[in-house]
Structures are given as C-alpha cells and as structure tokens.
C-alpha cells in the first residue's frame, strides 16, 4: 500500500530562512513526518515548528490561519486583494486566487523580508482541471476508467502550476454525485465510490508526486468534505441529510483513498448533513478524518464557509462561528477574517482552549515546511520556468490522448462512425456550441486562455481531407436562445453535405458551482435544431457537450450517432475529430446514469432491490406509471468501433474463508474489425446481508487493447475489503453467505457466478477502516 502522508515527508530544510530566523529555529534538513516513526528528522521538523510557534504572537498565529482573497482573473496574473501591510503585520498566511510568477515572487518577498517573523506565504489556486493546459473537465476523465492517465493530466497541471507560484490546489474534487441537477457533478468522478476512489488516488499523486519539497509539484486538497453531492433537490449548497452508513459506504471512500496516498489537506462542504453544517462538524473532521483516519494535514474551509455558520442558524456571531469551526478541526479560514478578528480575543476570554489555536497553526507551518518554503520561499514562483512552460506540445500531447479517451459513444446505428475521410467531400458542421471556445476549455479552466482552445469546427477544418467543404452553420444564436430563424439556413447546409455534425449541450459556464438545473433537457431550442437536421436524413452525428448527464432520449432514438464530448479542453476539436474519423477508437464508458427524464433523479446503479423490485407485468412493485423504471444509458455503458464479447467468469474457487484472496478470470474477445479498448467491469452483489445490500457494486475495472479476433483473459482479485460494509452495529464487516460477481462491458451487461464466503465460526469479519484495498 502507499505511504500516508505521515511518512511520506522527506526533505523540507531551511537555509534561506536559517539566516533570517533566529538561531533556535533554523529549519533543520531531511524531516521525516510525525506519527510515522519519529526519527530525526520528523523531530527536526517538529522543532523548528514548536521553536516559531513559541514567538508568535496571538495575532500572528491567527494570521497564519487567515486565507485572503485575490481577485480572479483568467487573463493574466491577478493582483492580491489584501494590501501589502497586512502581510508585513503577519496578518496573512496564504493567498487563494493569486498566481504568476512574478506577483506571487514578490509577495512573497514582503512576507519573507519585511514581516517580523519572516513566514512565507502560500499561493492556493483552483486547478481543477489543468492550470495553463487545460485538461478535459474531471466527469469527462472519469469517463476514460484511466485512472494512470488522470494523474498524468494532474501532474502536468501541478508542474506547470508550481512555475507559476502556486503551491496549493483546490483538487481533486472527490465528491460522488448521484443528481444531475446538481452543476458540480462536472468537477467529480460521477456516481461510484470504487472508480471515484481510484481516481481520487491518482490525482492526488499526480499533483503531488513523491516530495512534496519538489518545485514541480503542489499540495492537494481533497473536497468537499462531505456528502456535497447530496443535496436535496440538486440545489446547490441545499441541505442534506443521510445515514451514517450511506455516508460511509458511498460518500467517504474516495476522501479516505485519498487520505491514504498522501492528500495534504482536506476542505470542508457548505452542505449541513443531519443539522451540522461541515464546517462545525467536531464528528466529521476531528472523529472521522482525523482520529479515525489519521489524517494530520491542514483543513481548510471553503470560500467563506465559516462565516456562514450564521446563515445556518448555528452560530449567533462570528466569534461564536469561529470558535465552532476552529473546534471542529477547520484550520484554515477563507476569506472569511474571521479567525484573524476574533481567535486572539477568543483566546484570551479562555473560550478557545490555546491549544486548539497551536494546533492549529502548527499544521499551517509543517505544510509549509513540507514543501519546502523555509528553505526556498520562491522555489515556486519562476518566471523562467512559467515562460518555458507556456503550451508545450508535450503538454498538449498530454491533454489530447486524455481527451481522445474521455469521449463516450452512446449510439452508432449503421456504422455511422466513424466518417470515412476520403469520400466526405462537404462536411456540414452545426450548433452554437461547435465554434465556441470557452466552453470548449469548460468549467474551470485555471490560467487557461479561450483563445488556445481548438474547438470541434476548427479541429474539423483541419482534419478533413484536402479539397473537402466545411460548411458552418450555428443553428441557433446560443444554447438558451429561442430563435429558430437560423434553422433554415442550417438545414440548407445539411442538405448539400455528405455528413453532418451537430454540435448540442450546455455552455461551460451552465456547469460547476451554483450552476443546479431543475430539468436537465438540452436547452432553448437546439433538440427543435436537431430534429430539423435529422429529418434530411443525412447521417448525422450529434456531440453532445455538456458537463452532467442530460435527458436525449430523443438523440438516443433518432440520431445515427451520439457522441458525448462533455467539455474535453484545449484540445476538444482536435480530439473529437480523431474520434469521428476514426483516427482514435473510442473507449470511454459513463461514469454516472444518464436517466431518461428528470423526474427519475437520483438514478444510480448501485442502487437496493427494495421488497417489491420492478415488474412490468406487476402493478405493486417498484416503478413508474409514465415511463420505465430504467435509465437512458446505464453506468458503465459505452461503444466502440469494434465489438467485444465476454465469456463467463471463472473463479479460483467457489468458496472463500475471510483471509483468501478470490481470482476472477474472464475471457474477452474482439469480435469486430478494427482494433480497439475495452474497459472491463467487475461487479459484486452481497446476496443476504444484515443490511441490506445494492444489486451491484464495482469493484474492479481494467483497460484492454485487443486486436481484431484477439482474446485476453483479464483477471480480478477480490479479498473480504472488497466484500465489506458497514453492518447492523455500524461496524465495518465481511459476513459469511453468497455474493454475486458479475463482469461486463457495462453495469447492466454482465455474466454472473457465485460463490461463497464462510468464517471459521459462521460470524460476520470484522474490516477495520484501513489503507489497504481503499483505493
Ligand atoms: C468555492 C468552492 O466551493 C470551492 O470548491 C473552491 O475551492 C473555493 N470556492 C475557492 O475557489
């Protein structure tokens, strides 16, 4: 298994500051993490943190938990809001928003050479999904189950962020989404708790390597602790309210994976669950992540999320939402100054024991060691580096293969795809969104500019044969609007064209925070645009852009072919036409339920049987009047250019005792005409359980390239951490009885075996919460 973060710190050290600080806190070399055995350099770090701690004042300590805003900017460094007095009061421990090389340098500079204890700063930036080189949105690289590849694309954005001074992102964001409705589910892994954990996992390695001291790397944030994709109705930062147990089973996973590569911090959710907001939540971030977990990193709170603790109605006054939040564990306060106002008074009333407030602080510092700052404030900020890095084709290569396999083919009837390059002598390319650049970058796009984006018309232009007519028609004047004066001439162009491509969805800015939809339809009248594009019975392929998953049951019946782009970054066009022309076979399966109408929300695959399961023929049981009781396209779900066929799975044995190890082997084989990957499910269903169970759940997935013809046998292992849950007594269990393993192309396309799991006294195993078989 990996090493925590507790063991994983290695060489932070201090020369630079040696010379500034006093002789007792020169930042020692070679620190090791405390809670991993304390050597040397664990108590080297330890010492240098207490020895600075031991000459804050109260104010300067509560300043190291004040995050101060910059202001956004996406078209070249931004300036700090806070002045510059603030950080030579020591009244500022780290910025959000404020990147660059040069800014962040020489912020830097005033807080190393002017403040009185010479601290450096933190710069903490948004990069979601990439920093210059923007990546696919994350629900889209979910959809590529390349988890290797995902922490590839967050490595590229560490090292290019690192040029540009920051040292701290806000990513991943591991919140497992089941609402559609919500606009944030565009910033997560989608539905599953296993393919979100392996993807949280990645991504944090991605971003933060193997040192944290590494000036090409960034400290990441897991967020949004917890249960943010709960929130009734879709609406964003609503309420939620959950069993402990559906917390744990569904919602934790990936934050716990997370945990046990590394994360360096963790933020809070708006979201209350069960009457505690998270940001006063003692029980989440103290009992769960800290103590149960053993997480020791920096907790940060979310964008004014403490001073918030008033709107919820539990905190009278902001020294009361302090002295919650502060409590609960949060350490870091954004942008709130509530820590910075009212923690030194809180203090010395003795209503907030010192001790939490050191704590506190003493985890801002050690992060701040731990990437090495003492030793080398502007290691980060380089604008040597920033310059060299700015769009390299490496990059870029990078950010294309992650975009060519976070594409998902939803239909190809009659071979629409892919187009034969040489025999489309016009092209028609139509929809508001198929020129449209920002969106092309998607939801949140760092440092990245609009003008970089390749989007799918210009990718087109370039890809279709010498001599071939592109035809470019908008249809529509944008997404939302209800002008249908555009058709016409949008039709006219489909009619001279060989083939169509109708580019449909959402704009990037409909996606992300405070973007809930009540209906999920495609807006304004493009599905009127694509019906009057379909009926000249071109062959149409629709790409769908969009960052949730959208009600086209329409698309899904009438349309030749549908291809879900999401929004792919830099280089959608580029990517989308190695896809329609075949240069790429997609491979990318749905990491979240498409349903067929809103009112099916939340639709999920892992969902329970209930007493009464469906029934067409059945009246009392479990399903809709108006339509069926399935979704669209379920989780997993995905084409190819080619076909593959699954045998059954073999096991290694029908029965298992609680320290075995279960193979499961499946042969598959391509059975089409052209090479292609496979992205190979595993799903386990615990048939009787002292509580009850879902009807699937993953629990292992693989990527196969198979050649025309050619079989693999792809094999699984699954011990009891596969097999466990959270029991009656809340306990963490295996339970001996049958379970179900089922393999497949898709969740709802699988064969299935059984077998059995017995314990030497017919009791339940107990799976204490650990590291291994998290991720
Ligand atoms: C609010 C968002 O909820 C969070 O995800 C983000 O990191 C902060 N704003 C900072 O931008």
Request: with cysteine; net charge negative; aromatic share 8%.
């Amino acid at each position: 298994m990996e090493l925590s973060r507790t063991m994983k710190r290695t060489g932070a050290a201090a020369l630079l500051l040696g010379a500034l600080l006093p002789a007792a806190c020169a930042p020692p070399t070679g620190a090791a993490r405390p809670g991993a055995a304390p050597g040397p350099a664990a108590t080297r770090e330890e010492q240098f943190v207490d020895s600075l701690l031991s000459q804050m004042t109260l104010e300067e300590k509560a300043g190291q938990l004040n995050m101060s805003p910059g202001r956004w900017s996406n078209t070249g460094p931004a300036a700090p809001v806070g002045g510059e007095d603030q950080i030579r009061r020591g009244e500022i421990g780290s910025f959000l928003g404020v990147w660059g090389a040069q800014v962040t340098h020489d912020l830097q500079r005033i807080a190393v050479e002017q403040s009185r204890l010479h601290i450096p700063l933190l710069f903490s930036f948004d990069v979601i999904h990439g920093y210059r080189t923007i990546f696919p949105v994350p629900l889209a690289e979910a959809s590529s189950w390349d988890p290797e590849l995902a922490g590839r694309a967050a490595r590229v954005a560490a090292v290019e962020a690192a040029a540009g001074g920051v040292q701290w992102t806000f990513a991943p964001m591991v919140d497992i989404a089941r609402d559609p409705r919500w606009g944030r589910i565009v910033e997560g892994s989608g539905e599953d708790p296993f393919l979100g954990s392996a993807l949280a996992a990645a991504r944090v390695r991605g971003f933060q390597g193997t040192d944290l001291a590494d000036s090409l790397t960034v400290a990441a944030t897991l967020k949004h602790f917890a249960a943010y994709g709960a929130v009734e109705a879709g609406r964003d930062y609503n309420t939620v309210d959950m069993s402990e147990r559906r917390l744990r089973d569904v919602y934790l996973p990936p934050f716990h994976a997370g945990v046990c590569v590394g994360a360096e911090s963790v933020m809070p959710s708006f979201n209350e669950i069960s009457g505690v907001p998270s940001h006063a939540n003692h029980h989440l971030i103290t009992d769960i992540l800290r103590n149960e977990w053993g997480f020791d990193g920096v907790v940060v709170s979310d964008y004014t999320g403490i001073m918030e603790l008033l709107h919820h109605g539990i905190a009278a006054d902001s020294a009361e939402a302090a002295r919650l939040a502060l409590h609960a564990g949060v350490d870091v306060d954004m942008v709130s100054r509530i820590y910075l106002d009212f923690l030194p008074e809180l203090v010395r009333q003795g209503r907030v024991p010192q001790s939490e407030l050191d704590d506190a602080v003493r985890r801002v510092l050690r992060m701040k060691y731990d990437l090495g700052l003492f030793q080398d404030p502007y290691r980060y900020s380089s604008v040597a580096r920033e310059q060299a890095l700015e769009l390299t084709p490496e990059h870029r290569a990078v950010a294309r293969r992650m975009a060519d396999e976070s594409m998902v083919l939803l239909r190809n009837q009659g071979a629409t795809l892919p187009l034969d390059r040489g025999s489309v002598h016009t092209l028609a390319v139509i929809g508001p969104l198929a020129d449209d650049q920002p969106s092309s970058l998607g939801s949140w796009a760092g440092a990245g500019r609009p003008e970089d984006a390749v989007t799918v018309l210009a990718g087109l232009r370039k890809a279709v044969a010498p001599g071939t007519t592109v035809l470019y028609e908008k249809g529509v004047p944008d997404v939302l609007s209800t002008d249908s004066s555009g058709f016409a001439a949008a039709v006219a162009a489909a009619q001279k064209a060989d083939a169509v491509v109708l580019v449909v969805g959402e704009t990037a800015a409909m996606t992300g925070e405070a973007t809930s939809r009540a209906t999920i339809d495609l807006p304004g009248v493009q599905l009127q645009l694509a019906k009057a594009v379909i009926a000249t019975g071109k062959p149409v392929v629709t790409v769908l852009m969009n960052g949730r998953p959208l009600t086209v049951d329409w698309l899904a019946e009438h349309s030749p072919a549908l291809l879900e782009s999401w929004f792919l970054g830099v280089e959608t066009g580029n990517a989308v036409a190695d896809v329609l022309f075949g240069q790429v076979n997609p491979s990318g399966k749905l990491p979240v339920t498409f349903p067929r109408v809103t009112g099916q929300i939340p639709i999920y695959y892992a969902h329970k049987n209930t007493g009464r399961p469906p029934q067409a023929d059945q009246h009392y049981t479990s399903k809709y009047l108006d339509v069926p009781w399935t979704p669209l396209y379920p989780f997993g779900y995905g084409l190819s250019y080619t076909t593959f066929s699954y045998g059954a799975p073999r096991l290694s044995s029908a029965t298992i005792g609680p320290d075995d190890t279960l193979r499961v082997a499946v042969d598959v084989t391509n059975t089409g005409q052209r090479a292609g990957t496979e992205v190979v499910q595993l799903y386990l269903r615990d048939l009787v359980g002292s509580v009850t169970r879902p009807v699937e759940q993953l629990r292992g997935f693989q990527r196969v390239e198979l050649q025309p013809g050619q079989t693999k046998t792809v094999t699984f292992s699954l011990d009891r951490n596969d097999l466990a849950f959270y029991g009656l007594d809340m306990k963490r269990v295996a339970e001996p009885g049958w379970f179900t393993v089922s393999t497949g192309g898709s969740s709802a396309d699988v064969k299935s075996v059984n077998f059995q799991l017995t314990t030497p006294d017919g009791q339940a195993v107990a799976v204490p919460e650990g590291c291994e078989g998290r991720s």
